[in-house]
């Protein structure tokens, strides 16, 4: 798909279509939406007098142009009150006029959100408009052969849709190209829009992978899709089977493998961006590409949502994809402990003790909290390597979807500055988390009488134990935990995302590694100006 930015007025757009904004609290119609208006008549105005169009939030209506602009049609979007207006809602609305354009069957459409008129800075809302677009447009139909394509209610999210009776076929519809028409420095205009691709497509790389079923995504065409990956935008990459596995001593990664006929695979992607003896940022992200729950195999309601089990190392794939397009001046390194988790005769059982990478012992006491086990080895792997910081995710707990439902991602850390650094990162990405407490009684929870460490600490406060157990593997270096369980997928389309995988984290990890790389580049300034 094409993204580009253009000055023209939104008369003069020479595509299909175009999208145009509209505050519930204007007592006059303004900017692109006035522009319009004016070429078509008042027809705008008119159905705002007749209470068709609102302007309240996520309202969409498609009007037909019949020759009196360049484009056949104009979506009108609601951006709802102007005192309300931040890029959550441009990203929304965009999504929003995309999806329904998109099914109306045009195929270049142009973007001009108000974003003038409403005070956001413009570049930063071209760059959302952009990830809405791509994040919203964004589907997993691969498996779905032509003649069963359907429309569906596939817009309905957005109240009106005057497309919905025109379409059958979702097939033969994809866009051509958006553009952002916007009056600003067009080469800001073009930086921004282009980052929002580069995230928007790492986040949809991401949701791939995740909406893969677990007989396709096996550990090794993980693997396998993360070397191509590399390949193609020039990152290192390594990838260890059992055998390197057993020599590094992952005994928690194998023991949680052993029960699978699939092999297990650790992969390694390395970017260089900073300086040469920095070993920098270190991402690991849980791959579990199918969890039963083991030898304590969970309920068969549901279970096939554990094909997604593996979305914290898709986080991480698709990360370090954008990271490696971007270029921030810092060296970051990702890791992905990937395996299946099966019963069978080979399979690791209750009462077990494994050894992880770091020599620490760990009591098994239900092979269904394996994702501990795999970050274990990983997060040793990263100390071993003296990354800091250290980041991971993980759909790791059903207890942080009783605490914090699917709204926010739980952040557990060993350190106040990460955090709040993770927060800005959140913060500015448009991915929610929520501070979690690391109290050092809470360790109580999971002390073993046999072993160095106990694997789980009960149902009470869950995920706080399970975080607990992976600050085992992370001595003193400052690390941080996010646990995605809550929010890696969704059982519904959102304007912001089909049904399935999210792709959570993927722009939290990006922002927070370009921060990092900012705040280095303050730092190197200030000391050469103190010299
Ligand atoms: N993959 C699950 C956690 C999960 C639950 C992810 C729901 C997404 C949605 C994890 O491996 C697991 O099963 N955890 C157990 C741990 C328990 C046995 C201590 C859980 O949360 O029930
Ligand atoms: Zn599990
Ligand atoms: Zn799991």
Redesign the pocket.
């Known amino acids: 798909m094409d993204v580009g930015v253009s000055t023209r007025d939104v008369q003069q757009f020479d595509g299909d279509a175009v999208a145009v904004g509209i505050f519930s609290d204007d007592k006059e119609l303004q900017g692109p939406a006035a522009a319009v208006d004016e070429a078509m008549a008042g027809v705008i105005a008119r159905l705002r007098d007749s209470g068709e169009i609102t302007g309240a939030a996520d309202e969409l209506t498609l009007v037909h142009t019949f020759g009196k602009i360049e484009p056949e049609r104009v979506a009108v979007v609601g951006l709802g009150a102007r005192k309300h207006f931040n890029l959550e809602r441009v990203r929304r609305a965009s999504a929003i006029s995309c999806r329904a354009l998109r099914k109306a069957g045009a195929k270049r459409i142009g973007l001009a959100l108000a974003w003038a008129e409403s005070g956001v800075n413009l570049a930063q809302a071209a760059r959302a408009a952009t990830e809405g677009a791509l994040l919203g447009l964004y589907r997993f139909d691969r498996y779905k052969s032509a003649a069963t394509q359907e429309g569906g209610a596939d817009d309905e999210v957005g109240g009106v849709d005057g497309a919905s009776a025109e379409t059958s076929e979702r097939a033969a519809k994809e866009l051509d190209s958006i553009t952002i028409l916007g009056r600003g420095r067009e080469p800001a205009l073009r930086a921004a829009v282009t980052r929002g691709q580069i995230l928007a497509e790492a986040t949809n790389f991401a949701r791939d992978l995740g909406n893969e079923p677990a007989n396709v995504l096996t550990p090794t065409e993980f693997a396998e899709r993360a070397r191509r990956m590399a390949e193609e935008v020039g990152l290192d990459c390594e990838i260890f089977g059992p055998e390197r596995m057993r020599e590094l001593k992952m005994g928690a990664l194998l023991g949680v493998a052993q029960g699978s006929a699939e092999e297990p695979r650790f992969i390694i992607l390395r970017y260089r961006g900073g300086a040469r003896d920095e070993p920098g940022l270190a991402l690991a992200g849980k791959g579990?590409t199918f969890?039963t729950?083991g030898i304590?195999i969970k309920p068969a309601a549901d279970m096939d949502?554990?094909k997604m089990?593996m979305c914290g190392g898709a986080a991480v794939v698709g990360a370090m994809m954008a990271i490696a397009r971007l270029k921030p001046a810092v060296n970051v390194t990702g890791l992905v402990p990937a395996t299946e988790n099966m019963p069978g005769g080979k399979a690791y059982r209750p009462g077990d003790i494994l050894r992880a990478a770091n020599g620490k012992t760990i009591e098994i006491v239900?092979t269904?909290?394996?994702?501990r086990l795999v970050l274990a080895d990983a997060l040793s792997y990263a100390i071993e390597h003296k990354y800091s910081p250290i980041v991971d995710i993980a759909?790791?707990?059903?207890?942080i979807?009783i605490s914090l439902g699917h709204l926010r991602a739980g952040l557990f850390s060993n350190d106040e500055a990460l955090v709040r650094q993770i927060q800005a990162s959140a913060e500015s990405a448009g991915e929610r988390v929520w501070p979690m407490p690391m109290d050092a009684e809470y360790g109580a929870m999971i002390k073993s009488e046999i072993a160095d460490v106990k694997q789980?600490g009960g149902r009470a406060g869950?995920a706080i134990s399970a975080a607990k157990v992976l600050s085992n593997f992370v001595d003193n270096t400052p690390w941080a935990h996010l646990d995605i369980?809550g929010v890696?997928a969704r059982d519904k389309r959102e304007p912001d995302g089909d049904k399935g995988a999210t792709g959570f984290g993927v722009r939290l990890f990006v922002e927070l590694a370009t921060q990092l790389a900012e705040r280095k580049g303050d730092r190197s300034r200030a000391v050469e100006a103190t010299v």
């Open positions: 579990i969890d729950g304590s949502a554990m089990d239900n269904d909290a394996e994702g759909t790791l707990t059903g207890a979807v789980t869950g369980a890696n």
